[in-house]
């Protein structure tokens, strides 16, 4: 795992406890999230695929409350599984949120109308491959990119993925650049 997933799992460890927290935890993500829905187009109908949810997967929240669409959120570590089960039960969107211990490079996307890559995902690549091996050829994929100073701390996506990226968002946090849509 790369450093700075390391350090994000740690905080989100942590916050994950205090009701209070998630919420304050959400001041960093709404305004990230709000251009992701934007740009991937995202409503009601929709399926989504969170690709790293983490023990506090407020992504995968904010969208719900901004679209009701249907999400689910896989991660590779079981105790963020467990973890984020807890907080979407509290903030009561257990029926529109599940939670699943997956990989990105090994999950079933056919069925999906979007998929989201968290920042933190890895093997980038393989995760990628796998979406466009298995979704459907209208799939949105929303991949969140790191600021060029901050590229070393997060696992890279290879250059030729950029031509499937149509279109994107810039974001304004200390590590993330922008946000791709890309397609298949
Ligand atoms: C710390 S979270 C960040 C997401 C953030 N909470 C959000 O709402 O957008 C990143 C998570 O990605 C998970 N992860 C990393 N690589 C993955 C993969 N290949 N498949 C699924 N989950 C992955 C990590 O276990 C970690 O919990």
Wanted: glycine share 6%; net charge positive.
């Amino acid at each position: 795992m790369k450093m700075m997933a390391k350090i994000t799992n740690i905080i989100e460890k942590g916050m994950g406890k205090h009701p209070a927290l998630v919420r304050l935890y959400g001041l960093y993500y709404n305004d990230m999230v709000e251009k992701e829905i934007e740009l991937g187009q995202i409503q009601s109908a929709d399926h989504v695929l969170c690709i790293g949810g983490g023990c506090l997967p407020y992504t995968a929240i904010k969208i719900a409350q901004e679209t009701s669409a249907t999400i689910k959120v896989i991660d590779i570590d079981e105790d963020a599984v467990q973890t984020a089960r807890r907080v979407v039960a509290k903030v009561g969107l257990s029926d529109r949120i599940k939670i699943t211990l997956a990989s990105g490079q090994g999950v079933d996307a056919a069925g999906f109308s979007v998929a989201h890559v968290a920042l933190q995902a890895t093997p980038r690549d393989a995760i990628l491959e796998n979406i466009f091996k298995t979704a459907s050829t209208r799939i949105r994929i929303l991949m969140r990119s790191p600021r060029k100073h901050m590229q070393s701390l997060y696992c890279k996506t290879h250059e030729k993925y950029l031509c499937n990226c149509y279109k994107q968002v810039g974001q304004n946090t200390p590590t993330m650049q922008a946000t791709w849509l890309l397609t298949q």
